[in-house]
């Protein structure tokens, strides 16, 4: 279900990749000269500073200050469309794991300044490529899990409830909701490229009704991933903009020519079966049906997407980062890139 805000679930889509480190796409652009000053907003602390102030009053200040953001929180976020901002505060006010949450994430977000310099950085590569994007507003908040990095008309959330670290008391506690090889990311290092992620796919390059084949899937995802490749700071490790354990990256990496066989085999490349290609795509402890033990990776799809992907840019290095973006020939990608794993 989509709502005002673009995208109110756990953006959990996390890609693949084939080196431990991100990597190197050649000399990095010099954006010294670009303009950009993020400052997060701690939305999560203006609404318990104003408990005391009176329900009215505080709907009224909230509102004001952080608009379309409020609306969607209240609305959508926590709440459902069936009760107002004031009556929503008194629940949050009211609601000792509310307070417990809290209390936790301001332990681990004491301090936005680095999550801002990264981000700082990570857009002024995304103004060098496309210098008409508009930097969007960055709000924290808590919703008692409910959303990870929502991305609304203007705004941008950080859920800083789950990011607390994998070891997070609440974590242990919801995990017939949220599986362990889920909130084991729910770490503050994940959350600039977890916005960065949200930002391309929701808001720059959302995906086409017409890539419905599991190949066009694939460099559809690919091709986001290697934004991430050159917008991300360099010392992003692969296995974070993913999303998989050491290990994983590891058995790709190690079976990466058998995968391929695999999907050329079942002639899964232009399937348009929902059901049967999603299981390459999504989120999960293993790929089905692939490797010993359930030992593989999951949403291998993904991951030979962006190796697709990164070998076309290797082998055609006069192709533009916008060139790329732009091209939605997903047969022409895959030929060029001569993408033959041995």
Not at 19 to 37: H, L
Not at 99 to 115: E, R
Not at 138 to 154: A, H, K, L, R, Y
Not at 173 to 199: C, G, H, Q, W
């Amino acid at each position: 279900m989509r709502y005002n805000v673009k995208h109110l679930q756990i953006y959990l889509f996390f890609l693949c990749i084939g080196a431990f480190f991100s990597c190197k796409q050649g000399q990095r652009p010099d954006v010294s000269g670009i303009n950009v000053d993020i400052k997060i907003q701690r939305f999560d602390r203006d609404l318990l500073s104003l408990r005391g102030e009176g329900l009215e009053k505080a709907d009224q200040e909230l509102s004001k200050k952080y608009t379309n953001f409020y609306a969607d929180y209240t609305q959508r976020i926590v709440g459902n469309g069936r009760f107002s901002g004031p009556q929503i505060l008194s629940l949050l006010y009211n609601d000792q794991a509310y307070t417990d949450l809290n209390h936790d994430a301001d332990s681990v977000f004491k301090s936005f300044v680095p999550i801002e310099n990264d981000l700082n950085q990570t857009f002024k590569y995304i103004k060098y490529y496309y210098p008409k994007i508009k930097v969007p507003r960055f709000i924290s908040f808590i919703s008692g899990f409910e959303v990870q990095t929502p991305i609304g008309d203007n705004y941008m959330g950080i859920g800083m409830d789950m990011f607390l670290g994998k070891d997070s008391r609440f974590y242990k506690a919801i995990v017939k909701n949220v599986p362990m090889y889920l909130s084991r990311r729910f770490t503050p290092d994940y959350v600039v490229p977890r916005l960065t992620e949200t930002f391309i796919r929701e808001d720059m390059f959302p995906e086409r009704d017409e890539d419905n084949t599991l190949l066009a899937k694939m460099i559809h995802n690919g091709k986001a991933l290697y934004f991430m490749d050159q917008v991300l700071a360099e010392n992003v490790p692969d296995t974070i903009k993913i999303g998989y354990t050491t290990k994983q990256l590891g058995w790709c990496q190690a079976y990466e020519d058998k995968i391929w066989a695999y999907f050329m085999e079942n002639e899964l490349l232009f399937s348009t079966d929902y059901q049967k290609i999603q299981v390459y795509l999504s989120e999960g402890p293993f790929t089905p049906g692939l490797g010993e033990k359930n030992q593989s990776a999951p949403k291998l799809g993904v991951w030979v997407g962006w190796q697709i992907v990164r070998k076309y840019m290797q082998e055609n290095p006069k192709v533009t980062l916008q060139e790329l973006m732009q091209d939605h020939d997903a047969e022409k990608i895959l030929r060029a890139s001569g993408y033959r794993p041995k």
